[in-house]
């Protein structure tokens, strides 16, 4: 069985609540003292269901008060064929962070569209922070279909709109299902009023769609988390570099080069669970030792001699700034990467992502929250990394206020 | 194409456990890499015991780079705190203690009352003393995100300010697999490295790597008040029995081991894991509640509690 993260935007309106409410409800995931809580709930704050199925995934006070989702919301359900963990974030304009960080961790886009409405900006935003993001599944998912008398015409023009739109954005898989979340037509079951689809249904889709790694090359990274150094009598020279091998493999007796030093090692040993292996695959936790005694301290790269990434003071980046405090020119930065942190500064804001047309826009050099902007940044130690394009963890990184400590931006390195 | 085929040939045998496994051990190290004094909250229950076997897996054959943190509410089980006892030792990692009871001296705090009197809300006291005592700067937790709908929107790494507490609406944004653990001195991080698990999850790994844990998991014969509600609650020394109360004698087990006041143990013939897991296969009632007295309160019962400073 394997495990399948996806993610979950639309308007406040397009009932993405409701579907994952379905989804959950439908899979038999949702036990019946919730069950019980949800319909007492419903009496009085719901609306005109039964049971009111958004209330599953709005989860703290102020939302089921406004009837909002006000933050990233984490649900879990598994079928035989597969686990699943949904990002369910909000459509709102004023959480766009949100939805990068849901959409940051999924394999699979599930944006949803109201039949009635078809394309709109926030489809527009959604399908392009998506894009940015590198999603390698996109499902359009055209729902309320009960509301346009499931008419095959309306879905058919959404679809075309849709594709003319993405054309540019350059999205790889895109799928749509025509659905009504509500009346649970084509989430779990086939519907029966819309003869005229010939695909899945929803979680028949989700379950059998072969997943393809976000933007994983082969070439092999690793980055050092930790230093194991028991320093005890009968192990006083263990020296183990504690990490995950981010992509790629790694094996013994590899020859390899630490970064940003550049110095040239071959790995002596690997260690998963205290076991000696002979070769690492992707994601797995190791050990590595090294055959020279260097200088290696967390946040450095120990890569493949053959294939180096870049290591730069410089690099070119898509951010999403995410600051309720808008940018100020000039001001001290920390960048991370994965378990590398360095001094940095914005030198410069070169161009602004319209975020509806995803055309680049003159720059007057402001960042607020909520922009998506093309940057270049200098950093104080020189950082290791590929483009995002070829790898989603070595050409990732946010940026942390000194002061507040708060994340105040995310990036995508070009 | 060979090398190809072999990483299908992987991708088909991947089990999703070894994926939840590395993402914990990987927020484990990162725990390690980022703060000066960290602390693993333990409390004897079976979710803080897979993650002392995942900092094992992450640490080995070096020593925690943490202590093993109990806040003993003096309500405890026996089986628990016996079990807490012996693997702190077997493992020779360091094991700090801070009694509820103490803190109700020393504060002159109302200890809990009624029928079933919880020390619930008393423990956040001995919580914050504690990491406050050591200045602790992160906390590493059992929490799993499937628990309860507040604890669905806490991140893995989860800043608290200098009172301990949780404010939802200014959660740092958490992308890929980076963790800001940036903090000011004296305020903390609480840290949820199985934030993806579900409880089934949390038995088949438990089941996978052969895990021990304590006997009140599995089925036993107890003796407990039968509630109102239906719920059964074990007679012990801290419980009120009245002439009005049903008391039964029933095969019961525990699915989370909370206070012995307030933690209701469910009917069950789960002898083993395995029973274990086909059990909770066909189960209707989600863990906290079937459970879980306190979180019935009202619906916003853990939002509630996590503002002011709980787990």
Redesign the interface.
């Known amino acids: 069985m394997d495990l399948l993260r996806f993610f979950t935007a639309g308007n406040v309106d397009d009932g993405k609540s409701t579907l994952i409410g379905r989804l959950l409800y439908d899979s038999n995931s949702i036990s019946t003292d919730i069950i019980e809580t949800l319909t007492r709930q419903s009496k009085t704050t719901g609306t005109n269901t039964e049971i009111d199925l958004a209330l599953l995934t709005d989860g703290l006070r102020a939302e089921r008060e406004q009837g909002i989702t006000i933050d990233v919301a984490y649900k879990y359900f598994s079928t035989d064929k597969r686990k699943f963990i949904i990002a369910d974030t909000p459509g709102h304009i004023q959480y766009t962070r949100n939805m990068f960080t849901g959409a940051s961790n999924a394999n699979l886009a599930i944006i949803l569209v109201d039949a009635r409405n078809g394309i709109t900006d926030q489809t527009k935003r959604h399908s392009i922070i998506s894009a940015i993001l590198g999603m390698p599944h996109v499902l359009v998912c055209i729902n309320k279909m009960d509301l346009v008398d499931y008419s095959e015409e309306k879905y058919k023009q959404i679809e075309s709109d849709y594709l003319t739109f993405a054309k540019q954005l350059n999205l790889k898989d895109i799928s749509f299902i025509p659905a009504s979340a509500l009346a649970g037509d084509n989430v779990v079951t086939k519907s029966d009023k819309m003869s005229w689809y010939k695909g899945k249904p929803l979680l028949e889709f989700l379950e059998t769609i072969e997943i393809v790694e976000a933007k994983q090359t082969d070439v092999s990274r690793f980055q050092v988390q930790y230093v194991i150094r028991p320093q005890t009598d009968d192990l006083h020279d263990y020296r183990g570099f504690a990490g995950r091998v981010v992509s790629g493999s790694y094996q013994k007796g590899q020859k390899v080069t630490v970064l940003p030093s550049g110095i040239e090692t071959t790995i002596d040993k690997i260690e998963v669970n205290q076991q000696e292996v002979e070769l690492a695959e992707t994601n797995t936790p190791v050990v590595l030792h090294l055959k020279d005694d260097v200088d290696i301290s967390r946040g450095n790269s120990i890569v493949p001699t053959e294939h180096l990434p870049k290591t730069e003071k410089e690099v070119t980046a898509t951010i999403c700034w995410m600051d309720n405090a808008a940018y100020i020119p000039g001001q001290k930065i920390l960048l991370q990467q994965n378990s590398f942190r360095t001094k940095a500064v914005v030198k410069e804001v070169i161009s602004k992502i319209d975020i509806h047309s995803f055309t680049q826009l003159e720059s007057d050099g402001a960042m607020k929250l909520n922009d998506i902007c093309k940057v270049l940044i200098k950093t104080a130690e020189p950082i290791s990394f590929d483009s995002y394009a070829d790898n989603r963890n070595s050409g990732s990184f946010i940026l942390i206020n000194e002061n507040t400590n708060n994340t105040i931006a995310a990036g995508t390195i070009d | 194409m060979d090398?190809i085929q072999d990483k299908e040939e992987?991708?088909k045998n991947?089990?999703?456990l070894?994926?939840?496994?590395?993402e914990a051990?990987?927020i484990l190290?990162?725990v390690?890499?980022q703060f000066d004094r960290p602390a693993l909250l333990f409390s004897g229950g079976k979710d803080s015991i897979c993650l002392v076997h995942l900092a094992l897996?992450?640490?080995?054959?070096?020593?925690f780079?943490f202590p093993l943190v109990h806040v003993d509410t003096g309500h405890n089980f026996e089986e628990a705190i016996t079990y807490r006892d012996n693997l702190a030792k077997q493992l020779d990692e360091k094991l700090i203690v801070r009694y509820v009871t103490d803190t109700i001296k020393a504060k002159k705090l109302q200890d809990g009352k009624g029928k079933f009197p919880s020390r619930n809300g008393l423990q956040t006291y001995t919580l914050l003393d504690v990491i406050e005592e050591f200045e602790f700067d992160a906390c590493i937790g059992g929490a799993r995100?499937?628990e309860e709908?507040?604890r669905?929107?806490e991140r893995i790494f989860s800043?608290r300010d200098e009172f301990g507490q949780w404010d939802?609406?200014m959660?740092?944004?958490?992308?890929?697999?980076?963790y800001?653990g940036?903090?000011?001195k004296g305020e903390n991080v609480r840290v949820f490295p199985i934030?993806?698990w579900?409880e089934?999850?949390v038995w088949n790994y438990i089941k996978r790597e052969k895990i021990e844990l304590p006997s009140i998991y599995f089925t036993h014969e107890r003796e407990c008040i039968l509630t109102e509600n239906g719920q059964l609650m074990n007679t012990n020394e801290f419980v009120t029995i009245e002439e009005k109360d049903v008391v039964v004698k029933k095969k019961v087990r525990y699915r989370t081991v909370g206070d012995m006041t307030c933690t209701a143990a469910v009917e069950s013939e789960a002898y083993t894991v395995d029973d274990i897991i086909k059990e909770l296969k066909e189960?209707?009632?989600?863990e906290r509640?079937?459970t879980r007295m306190d979180d019935r309160v009202s619906?916003?019962a853990m939002?509630d509690r996590k503002k002011g400073g709980y787990f």
């Open positions: 090398y992987i991708m991947k089990d999703y070894d994926e939840l496994e590395a051990i990987y190290r990162e390690a890499g897996k992450a640490f080995r054959p070096g020593k780079p995100r499937d709908k507040a669905a929107k800043v939802p609406k959660q740092r944004p958490e992308l890929w697999n980076i800001n940036k903090v000011n934030s993806n579900t089934l999850d189960a209707k009632i989600s509640g079937a619906e916003a939002e």
